[in-house]
Nanobody, 119 residues
């Protein structure tokens, strides 16, 4: 079994910054891709940022130049540094991990962390 624990969400003023973390633990034999998604009320869940096992990254157009995804393979952790936050970034943010758990490759979702950008 694998658990993902997210942290770092909260309330921030427009223009501010937050850093999200997502730590994976349990039966992990290798992590492939890691990513962050978000879902605002009334909207579908959307991909925000993606990082491959060799460090290649990809971002949604709406966050390019403001958000940075990174990973610490020794800690099985993925981060999302969010700068110059806007009210439209308000959403529940979910981490996503694709890994091999010893039996097969599976994907897991974090529990979600609320990010609210408001003055």
């Amino acid at each position: 079994q694998v658990q993902l624990v997210e942290s770092g969400g909260g309330l921030v003023q427009p223009g501010g910054s937050l850093r999200l973390s997502c730590a994976a633990s349990g039966s992990i034999f290798g992590i492939n891709a890691m990513a962050w998604h978000r879902q605002a009320p009334g909207n579908q869940r959307e991909l925000v940022a993606f990082i491959s096992n060799d460090g290649n990254t990809n971002y949604a157009d709406s966050v390019k130049g403001r958000f940075t995804i990174s990973r610490d393979n020794a800690k099985n952790t993925v981060y999302l540094q969010m700068n110059s936050l806007k009210p439209e970034d308000t959403a529940v943010y979910y981490c996503f991990v694709h890994l091999f758990d010893g039996a097969k490759a599976r994907h897991y979702w974090g529990q979600g962390t609320q990010v609210t950008v408001s003055s």
